[in-house]
């Protein structure tokens, strides 16, 4: 069974420092990756996804990284701002018509 | 249009109520999720809908029910709730049931409060 972590369970720095967001998972037979974005009470933004081909994706000041061999994704968030405190979920799909499998997220504060 | 809308966004019900979710995308996704998620928590998958079919149903108490009328629009049917099913209950919709190249997008939630 698929078991999905994301360590540290929260995290606060300074503005303008860059953010490392981890997520591991078990099993690495899968077939993407998301990277959501959730701020309190409201529902979940889509950052990145990562199909199991790919290496990494970027989009703006994010960049998501997958290494299936080890069983990891790495998020980096660069030149952090308040406005990027949230919690971030990662998600793995084990395969084409599995359900994603969610970490507990990372909660992160960003202070000005 | 890419986004999901959800209707309402609080919902306060007795147990004995019968009420409804609505979820709707216009983006042609042919998947459709319903997802609950308690405080501090992941999302936790109910049911699926591939092509306007129930695909999945993760093992979900009788007394919610989900009904695909067309393939932009999902419900969830509440009725005999218990104080425990208190929490935000959120939909989401991809391109294919595989996800397709951008996976899951997912709507604001309703946060239902059962007294």
Request: proline letters at 6%; glycine letters at 8%; aromatic letters at 8%.
């Amino acid at each position: 069974k698929q078991e999905v972590t994301q360590i540290p369970a929260a995290l606060s720095v300074p503005e303008g420092e860059n953010l490392v967001l981890n997520c591991s998972f078990t099993d690495s037979a899968i077939y993407n990756l998301q990277w959501f974005r959730q701020d309190p009470g409201k529902g979940l933004t889509s950052l990145l996804l990562i199909q199991s081909s790919q290496r990494e994706q970027t989009s703006g000041r994010l960049n998501a990284s997958l290494d299936k061999s080890s069983g990891r994704s790495t998020l980096y968030i660069a030149a952090s701002q308040p406005g990027d405190s949230a919690t971030y979920l990662c998600a793995v799909k084990g395969d084409s018509w599995g359900k994603l499998q969610f970490g507990a997220g990372t909660q992160v504060v960003v202070t000005p | 249009d890419t986004e999901v809308t959800q209707t309402p966004k609080h919902l306060v019900m007795g147990m004995t109520n019968k009420k409804s979710l609505k979820c709707e995308q216009h983006m042609g996704h042919r998947a459709m999720y319903w997802y609950k998620q308690k405080a501090k928590k992941p999302p936790e998958l109910m049911f699926v809908y591939s092509y306007e079919k129930l695909s999945i149903n993760e093992s979900v108490p009788s007394r919610f029910s989900p009904e695909c009328p067309n393939s932009s629009l999902l419900n969830l049917h509440l009725h005999a709730l218990q104080p425990e099913d208190s929490a935000l209950y959120l939909c989401a919709s991809s391109q294919e049931p595989t996800g397709g190249r951008k996976g899951q997008f997912f709507g604001p939630g309703t946060r239902l409060t059962v007294l």
